[in-house]
T-cell receptor, first 113, second 114 residues
Framework: KNQVEQSPQSLIILEGKNCTLQ??????????LRWYKQDTGRGPVSLTI?????NTKSNGRYTATLDADTKQSSLHITASQLSDSASYIC????????????FGPGTRLSVLP | NAGVTQTPKFQVLKTGQSMTLQCAQD?????MSWYRQDPGMGLRLIHY???????DQGEVPNGYNVSRSTTEDFPLRLLSAAPSQTSVYFC?????????????FGAGSRLTVL
């Protein structure tokens, strides 16, 4: 069964610190992996996308990595800001017709001053 | 360019009532979909459409109906609301179903069924 797991479930850090969120997946056949940021009360917004051949992708202070062999991805946030407080969702796309987007449960990040 | 627009943002229903959640996109996307988001779970696909006149079931379709009469609109109908349908509902669209393009989400509709 196609599945995406994320850890930790929640995380609290101080402003200015770095953090890393983890994503493990068992989606096949793999097409791409995205990280989305979801602010409270809003819809998810795409941060990064990586295909099978990419192992690092940056978007400002966000850096995503992908290890397609171990089926793991991470999202590293550098020099966190209060506005980084949100849920971060890992989404893996499969090459199947229909259920093409498999969502992880998300990691809830709280950045405190 | 508004993106994906959902209405209403909040709704309270009594068990057995019916209602329609509206979704509209102005990006000429072929693929539109409805998800529900429950605490501790990933977004789950309810129904999706790959173009006007074409719809199909997702992972959790029971209790919901959809139609796609135009490219822009994809309403979700709850026929007889149940407390288990209390959730946050998101409409999302993409250029196509391939998974190669980003999903654009609406702001969500929070539904409470008493």
């Amino acid at each position: 069964k196609n599945q995406v797991e994320q850890s930790p479930q929640s995380l609290i850090i101080l402003e200015g610190k770095n953090c890393t969120l983890q994503c493990n997946y068992t989606v096949s056949p793999f097409s791409n992996l995205r990280w989305y940021k979801q602010d409270t009360g809003r819809g998810p917004v795409s941060l990064t996308i990586m295909t099978f051949s990419e192992n690092t992708k940056s978007n400002g202070r966000y850096t995503a990595t992908l290890d397609a062999d171990t089926k793991q991805s991470s999202l590293h946030i550098t020099a966190s800001q209060l506005s980084d407080s949100a849920s971060y969702i890992c989404v893996v796309s499969a090459k199947n017709y229909g259920q093409n987007f498999v969502f992880g449960p998300g990691t809830r990040l709280s950045v405190l001053p | 360019n508004a993106g994906v627009t959902q209405t209403p943002k909040f709704q309270v229903l009594k068990t057995g009532q019916s209602m329609t959640l509206q979704c509209a996109q102005d990006m000429n996307h072929e693929y539109m979909s409805w998800y529900r988001q429950d605490p501790g779970m990933g977004l789950r696909l309810i129904h999706y459409s790959v173009g006007a006149g074409i719809t199909d079931q997702g992972e959790v379709p029971n209790g919901y109906n959809v139609s796609r009469s135009t490219t822009e609109d994809f309403p979700l109908r709850l026929l007889s609301a149940a407390p288990s349908q209390t959730s946050v509902y998101f409409c999302a669209s993409s250029l196509d179903i391939s998974g190669a393009n980003v999903l654009t989400f609406g702001a969500g509709s929070r539904l409470t069924v008493l």
